[in-house]
């Protein structure tokens, strides 16, 4: 009895581990950033070749230019060589040490997670639980939708005004979502966990160096108009959020909004402002064009002082009270007064 | 510190400042992480970026200087006393909402009507929003008396805790009814209307509990249409709304009307806070049990929110009396169940120790 228990036990963990092998490298290739596939590259310890290389270039180039990175097919041999191709996308983007290179490479990571997440959802259900346990969400289905933590839904959803909380259906603590905005929760957790673990501090290949300075040149060489408008009375945090802009950082939507706003109220045409943000990682003309143009013809009021600084965008207290209302000869006089002081 | 001028003023709330201090022990949780502020006569916050090892050197410090504000910081950081902010190195925060009266013509002297009202205010704030919607535990809150016109409630949970300014803006949206809007509760199929129903969660079930329990008020219903006077009509359409089909009964022009009277309850179905204090994640607030420098009370912890009554709980200096001068118009007040003035400019009076540090600290009076 008890031998036959071991035999059954033992075919079964052969049978599963088996299984559960070729499962793995399929779900490693699909979300390389999960710590399955980092544990797989480091058990197999993958190795760098030109030819991965050449491929991890594309890839990334392939990020930079059209915002997306294509899918390949899904060949065992493949799979291993993507985790592979993946890794050294990392070292490029690394060794470009550029913000803009790195945040757009990341949002198109997280699309092409995002991709297979949606594919996945039929025919390999298990990864997108596999996916959300690697963030620690906890989705629960329902009848109506999904249900997810009100916390795991303010860290991870797309600042935007379609997730904003106040009209959502929150009880007990769980947000109703639907399964495609589950799917966007989780590439927004892909992405933030990609810039978090970026840049990779190494010596790189000079291989990796090189390909890296070919990706820089790919950026797009936009003159930032910013610097055409007359910067001189402009706040010090509309500077800062311009400034950002054109260093290709991330400028969280609330900055975004209040920069349109403050540009639309100082005369700049849609047009303009659309040009300031297209230096922006994760640019995407439509959607800027349209919130931009919205911004615009509804003339919203310039956030005031105090709820620029609730939303952590004032970085001086230059005391104007509202930004519109800054002039520099009184403000940055003082301000400069105040510098020289310390 | 500069050695200033000390009013006779001053110097009498010191010392009664100094003996609440004297032999009370304090304990803020997670005291060697929060950066603290200290505030003088004038200024709220004179000092800041103060960092206090333990809660032992908290109270020894609190028992020699007895300042007249104390605050301390809603984040947690690494190293609170450094300079400028992300040197402190973050670690996490509570999660705080600030309620205050509002002003009416009590003004500064916040009466016990205001007091009421807000005090209900934090309890629909725990209640509908903290417990209902976010599903948070009164275990995981501690609600303390402002000191002076309102309620402080902070969430402390390592759920919370990492909630970045963003996360916790949304919450304070959420919460005050920023960015409600109909257009995204209601929708339509065909010609058909569709909406919340009671279990729908969110500002939708809100709203539409509060519309049903509205519809027993005659003028609500009329405003609809003159068929809901009827009790059949009235249950009929609550029927309907059950089942989030708010476009089942007939009315001519229902939508235009109920987008009308959602904009107009809005207010009713959020709790009026200071969204600022709940995104900002540097900001310092009031130490529960320690002393508003502008009232003379206590910023009292709170177990049982409904019978608190912050006008005698919150008083703490019963030692004797005081002969005082009003400078100003002073209104009826009340403390400790008494009744004090109306007071007019200039006009002296003994009054019991709370009562005069309670004008001295608004201001409004002198020792005579």
Redesign the interface.
């Known amino acids: 009895m008890n031998q036959e228990w071991q035999k059954a036990m033992l075919e079964y963990i052969n049978k599963t581990m088996h299984f559960q092998g070729m499962a793995d490298l399929l779900f490693c290739s699909h979300y390389p950033f999960s710590a399955q596939a980092k544990e797989y590259v480091t058990q197999k310890g993958l190795q760098l070749s030109t030819e991965i290389i050449e491929k991890a270039e594309k890839r990334v180039a392939d990020a930079i230019v059209l915002g997306k990175i294509r899918k390949v097919a899904q060949l065992p041999e493949a799979q291993e060589e993507e985790l592979a191709i993946y890794a050294a996308s990392r070292m490029i983007v690394s060794a470009c040490a550029n913000r803009y290179i790195m945040n757009r490479y990341c949002i198109a990571e997280a699309k092409r997670a995002g991709e297979y997440l949606a594919s996945d959802s039929s025919a390999h259900p298990e990864y997108i639980g596999q996916v959300a346990s690697e963030f620690g969400i906890k989705f629960e289905s329902t009848k109506e939708g999904v249900l997810v933590p009100?916390?795991d839904y303010?860290?991870f959803s797309p600042?935007s005004?379609d997730y904003?909380?106040?009209?959502?259906?929150?009880?007990?603590?769980?947000v109703?979502i639907s399964s495609h905005e589950k799917i966007r929760i989780l590439e927004e957790a892909i992405r933030k966990r990609m810039e978090s673990s970026l840049p990779v501090k190494a010596q790189f290949p000079q291989e990796v160096a090189e390909a890296a300075r070919r990706i820089v040149k790919l950026m797009p060489k936009i003159e930032i108009s910013a610097t055409k408008v007359d910067q001189k009375n402009y706040p010090p945090c509309i500077k800062k959020l311009l400034e950002d802009l054109a260093l290709n950082i991330n400028v969280?939507?609330?900055g975004r909004v209040a920069l349109a706003i403050y540009l639309s109220s100082i005369g700049m045409k849609p047009e303009q402002i659309i040009d300031i943000f297209r230096s922006a990682p994760d640019f995407s003309e439509k959607v800027t064009r349209y919130q931009v143009e919205y911004i615009s013809s509804k003339k919203y009021a310039m956030p005031s002082c105090?709820?620029m600084?609730?939303?952590?965008l004032c970085v001086a207290e230059c005391g104007c009270g509202n930004p519109l209302r800054y002039k520099d000869e009184i403000h940055g006089a003082r301000l400069r007064r105040l510098e020289k002081r310390d | 510190m500069l050695a200033q001028q000390q009013t006779p003023e001053e110097k009498y709330v010191k010392d009664a400042f100094m003996s609440y201090y004297k032999n009370r022990s304090f304990s803020v949780p997670e005291v060697h992480q929060r950066e603290f502020g200290f505030g003088g006569w004038e200024r709220k916050i004179e000092f800041r970026h103060i960092k206090i090892g333990t809660n032992q050197e908290l109270s020894a410090k609190l028992a020699v200087e007895a300042p007249f504000y104390i605050s301390y910081s809603v984040s947690y950081y690494q190293f609170p006393d450094a300079r400028p902010m992300p040197k402190k190195a973050w670690l996490g925060a509570d999660l705080v909402f600030d309620l205050d009266a509002k002003t009416h013509e009590c003004g500064k002297f916040t009466c016990e009507r205001c007091l009421q009202e807000v005090k209900r205010e934090a309890l629909r704030l725990i209640e509908d929003f903290l417990v209902?919607?976010?599903?948070?535990s009164k275990k995981e809150m501690v609600v303390n008396f402002s000191g002076s016109r309102g309620y402080h409630v902070h969430v402390i949970s390592n759920?919370?805790k990492?909630?970045?300014?963003?996360?916790r803006?949304?919450?304070a949206?959420?919460v005050a009814?920023?960015?409600?809007?109909f257009e995204?509760?209601f929708w339509k199929e065909g010609k058909k209307l569709f909406g919340?129903n009671f279990?729908?969660?969110?500002?939708?079930?809100k709203f539409a509990k509060a519309f049903c329990s509205k519809l027993n008020e005659d003028a609500f219903a009329l405003f609809f249409s003159r068929k809901l006077k009827l009790n059949e009509e009235k249950e009929r359409l609550i029927g309907y709304i059950q089942k989030g089909e708010w476009g089942g009964v007939g009315v001519v022009g229902f939508e235009r009307k109920l987008e009308e009277k959602f904009k107009q309850m809005l207010p009713e179905l959020s709790v009026n806070i200071d969204?600022?204090v709940t995104?900002?994640?540097t900001k310092l607030i009031r130490m529960p049990e320690s002393l508003h420098g502008g009232s003379g009370l206590a910023a009292k912890k709170v177990s049982q929110l409904d019978s608190f009554d912050p006008l005698k709980d919150a008083v703490v200096f019963r030692g004797g009396e005081a002969k005082i001068r009003m400078s100003e118009t002073v209104p009826a007040f009340q403390l400790d169940d008494q009744t004090f003035g109306p007071f007019e400019a200039g006009e002296t009076a003994l009054l019991p120790q709370s009562a005069a540090i309670f004008l001295l600290c608004k201001k409004a009076a002198v020792l005579a």
């Open positions: 009100v916390v303010l860290v600042r005004y904003k909380l106040s009209n959502r259906r929150l009880k007990a603590g769980k109703l969280p939507h609330t105090s709820t600084d609730g939303y952590g | 209902a919607d976010f599903g948070l759920e919370v990492r909630l970045d300014r963003e996360a803006r949304e919450i949206d959420y009814g920023v960015g409600v809007s995204r509760l919340p279990s729908s969660g969110g500002y939708g079930e969204a600022n995104a900002d994640i």
